[in-house]
């Protein structure tokens, strides 16, 4: 894939999906916005913003939520981070991240309808931050439900941290840690509210 095809499924996707609600509408439509504003959109190289891809990880009971504790936030979030000029898609892109960052390599976008460019979109989110590069800059992030398979004994599935963590662990929905992100117990209502195709 190209930048420029990355940013045309990136317009497809956020023009197709069914907002929840007003304020997730009124994102969608800044999104639009910056990406019709600017070609370079979805890539870090875009200093004044740039679209993310977050992946919401739940184990197949829908009980657990993979969160990772950031270095530079130093919360417990999402996994996710930026596209890459090879991503087909943004949800291609948190999938990769989701799969990076956790070392399950077999984790799948929840979606009831995979051929559906804006399928598995279920949050949109926007925070200002400083990016490896040293930049103050902004995501735009489009966040994703990704399952993890079951395991044959019913245990919560490994996980293997990367160097971009500080940890990594599942935590109960319901039980989330004290220093969670301002947002998750709001993205994860989101992605269990908006079904499940599995």
Not at 29 to 51: P, V
């Amino acid at each position: 894939m190209t930048a420029e095809s990355l940013h045309a499924s990136a317009v497809e996707a956020l023009t197709r999906w069914e907002t929840p609600d007003p304020d997730q509408d009124s994102l969608r439509h800044t999104y639009l916005a910056f990406l019709a504003a600017s070609s370079q959109g979805c890539l870090r190289a875009s200093a004044a913003g740039h679209l993310t891809g977050s992946a919401i990880v739940f184990d197949a009971t829908r009980r657990h939520v993979l969160l990772t504790l950031h270095p530079r936030v130093g919360k417990w979030i999402q996994l996710g981070g930026h596209c890459e000029p090879t991503d087909d898609s943004l949800a291609d892109a948190a999938l990769r991240e989701a799969r990076e960052e956790s070392g399950m390599p077999e984790l799948v976008l929840d979606t009831t309808d995979p051929a559906d460019p804006g399928g598995g979109i279920v949050h949109l989110h926007t925070h200002p931050i400083t990016c490896s590069l040293g930049v103050p800059t902004r995501h735009l992030d489009v966040r994703y439900r990704v399952i993890a398979a079951p395991t044959s004994d019913g245990e919560l599935p490994q996980v293997v941290r990367s160097d971009e963590s500080v940890d990594l662990r599942w935590w109960p929905v319901d039980a989330l840690p004290d220093d969670a992100g301002d947002d998750i117990a709001t993205l994860i209502d989101a992605a269990l509210r908006d079904g499940s195709s599995r």
